[in-house]
């Protein structure tokens, strides 16, 4: 059974950082791409971004809100999928998914969510 | 980016009512497309990928059709489990986007 366990969410100040893990099991996790997606209050879902598997050099892809603060890693021989998060705004309080992704591009399983508050 | 547009953002049906919702793209996508069910506390569930393709052990009664702008996502016979969310999602490029979503609530 496919499961995707994140950790790591928590209140944080704005500007601060905070770095996010997901533990997948029950598939191959070197095959797949991987990505994260969040949910603000009252809000719709939004992509965060994505990090490919080993045969395509794990390049990533980012949401042009997180560019350049949020950067998504993996390391295949501890199975596990972070996300780091930094220059934390208010906006980025949301429930962040680890999902797993089909190389064309939808999302096959979800997480259930860890949820990020950003606020003094 | 792409925009996805779902109408209606909620809907009340009935325990065997057909039930559609529509997903309009901003610009041309081909098929692909996915749909996604979301209930309360739960993760969101993939239903329907490549606008007509059923993710393996979904329930026939849901399908989805639709190519380059214009898709739906078809209840045939609306079950008490199928109250939730329902979200639509194109992959065609970066950045991937999501429909606003379509409640469906009981009537």
């Known amino acids: 059974e496919v499961q995707l366990v994140e950790s790591g969410g928590g209140l944080v100040q704005p500007g601060g950082s905070l770095r996010l893990s997901c533990a997948p099991s029950?598939?191959?996790?070197?095959?797949?791409?991987m990505d994260w997606v969040r949910q603000a209050p009252g809000k719709g879902l939004e992509w965060v971004g994505r990090?490919?598997?080993?045969?395509?050099?794990?390049?990533?892809e980012y949401a042009a809100s997180v560019k350049g603060r949020f950067t998504i890693s993996r390391d295949d021989s501890k199975n596990s999928l972070y996300l780091q998060m930094n220059s934390l705004k208010t906006e980025d309080t949301a429930v962040y998914y680890c999902?797993?992704?089909?190389?064309?591009?939808?999302?096959?399983?979800w997480g259930q969510g860890t949820l990020v508050t950003v606020s003094s | 980016d792409i925009q996805m547009t779902q109408s209606p953002s909620t809907l009340s049906a009935s325990v065997g009512d057909r039930v559609t919702i529509t997903c309009r793209a901003s610009?041309?996508?081909?098929?692909?497309l996915a749909w996604y069910q979301r209930k309360p506390g739960k993760a969101p569930k993939l239903l329907i990928y490549?606008?007509?393709s059923l993710e393996s052990g979904v329930p026939s009664r849901f399908s989805g059709s639709g190519s380059g702008t214009e898709f739906t996502l078809t209840i045939s016979s609306l079950q008490p489990d199928d109250f939730a969310t329902y979200y639509c999602?194109?992959?065609?490029?970066?950045?991937?986007?999501f429909g606003g979503g379509t409640k469906v609530e009981i009537k």
């Open positions: 990090t490919r598997n080993r045969a395509n050099s794990y390049t990533t």
């Open positions: 029950g598939f191959t996790f070197s095959d797949h791409y």
């Open positions: 999602q194109q992959y065609e490029s970066y950045a991937l986007t």
């Open positions: 999902v797993r992704a089909d190389s064309s591009g939808y999302f096959d399983y």
């Open positions: 490549k606008a007509s």
């Open positions: 610009q041309s996508i081909s098929s692909w």
